[in-house]
């Protein structure tokens, strides 16, 4: 249970860029609630949004905007309100004077905005330019692991959560010295240690980001069932599943991309790898799931 109260203008992030500035106060479920502020005379647009069933919701509390719709040209002030679900083309207003309002919508958007998510995302680049064998690792493996969440039904809040950790999941490696990361042979007990910080260093990184749960699914990316992972040698259950689920995307992505080493295996030998690794390493469901996936794909 939670029971939230915020006075005075408090926030859970807030955002400020030239024209506007932007609050988050709340957020469950994917839907998000936000204040905006933006100055007289600006332009913005509400945009179409890849998911049809989003809906945005708009509650003007003061000031004065305009928009254009359908060749007419509308007035908003304070108590009016408007709100868009599966628009088909931009929806464009202008700001007459400052205006504040009350924004809702259905979906995670203020991650895009965010600074320190941004902060940490431009980390991540930094890490996969270091080490030449993992450029856009983080987005396919945030890739595969949504659609493994999704074919296992977890909540729209877990899977924003799983969408963050998983982008950012290796975002510790920023840490780890290049010539480790881009050692070609086997690496030493010594090198091995320090790689094995990742998890940790990562999960220390994002705490406080108004993210909070993605600090453990960072922190147990690299547990395996059996207790054999790093850095706490954690086992089974005490895995959470959003930890397991990358556990299986991050292998099977490393796996099937070529290294400095070898050639990229292909998806149905890592597949069997995964497969044989079930309940020693890797949470049966979630690879079970998995497969599904890539038999919808056809990659299998
Ligand atoms: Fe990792
Ligand atoms: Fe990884």
């Known amino acids: 249970m939670s029971f939230t109260i915020g006075k005075n203008g408090s926030f859970i992030e807030h955002v400020k860029l030239d024209a506007y500035d932007i609050s988050l106060l709340a957020r469950g479920d994917g839907t998000e609630i936000m204040i905006q502020t933006i100055a007289k005379d600006n332009y913005f647009y509400i945009y179409p949004s890849e998911n049809p069933d989003v809906m945005e919701f708009f509650y003007i509390l003061q000031g004065e905007l305009e928009c254009e719709h359908e060749g007419e040209k509308i007035k908003f002030g304070p108590n009016d309100y ?23 919508i259905t979906e995670p958007t203020f991650y895009q905005l965010s600074e ?7 980390i991540v680049e930094k890490v996969e330019q270091k080490d030449r064998y993992t450029m856009d690792h983080s987005e396919r493996v945030a890739t595969y ?4 969440a999704k074919k296992m039904r977890l909540s729209k809040e877990r899977l924003e959560n799983l969408y963050i950790a998983s982008f950012l999941h290796d975002i510790g490696k920023i840490n780890t010295p ?4 881009n ?25 406080g980001s108004y993210y909070d749960g993605i600090v453990t699914i960072i922190e147990q990316h690299h547990e395996r069932l059996n207790g054999t992972g790093y850095p706490n040698r954690l086992q ?11 556990a299986v995307s991050d292998t099977f992505d490393a796996m099937t991309e070529d290294r400095a080493y070898r050639k ?17 390493h890797y949470d049966e469901n979630v690879v079970r799931a998995f497969e599904e996936v890539l038999r919808e794909e056809g990659r299998i």
Not at 178 to 181: M, N, R, S
Not at 265 to 275: A, G, I, N
């Open 145 to 148: 692991a949504m659609k493994i």
């Open 183 to 207: 050692k070609p042979g086997k690496l030493t007990d010594e090198e091995y240690d320090i790689i094995k910080r990742h998890p940790s260093d990562g999960a220390e990184m994002v705490k």
């Open 264 to 280: 990229g295996f292909t998806v149905q030998y890592c597949l069997d790898e995964l497969k044989r690794l079930v309940n020693t």
């Open 236 to 246: 089974g259950e005490q895995i959470v599943l959003e930890a397991r689920i990358i």
């Open 82 to 104: 408007y709100y868009a679900k599966n628009i088909t083309e931009n929806i464009h207003f202008k700001t007459l004077s400052d205006v504040v309002y009350l924004w809702v």
């Open 116 to 122: 320190s998510i941004s902060e940490f995302t431009s």
């Open 178 to 181: 290049e010539e480790i990361l």
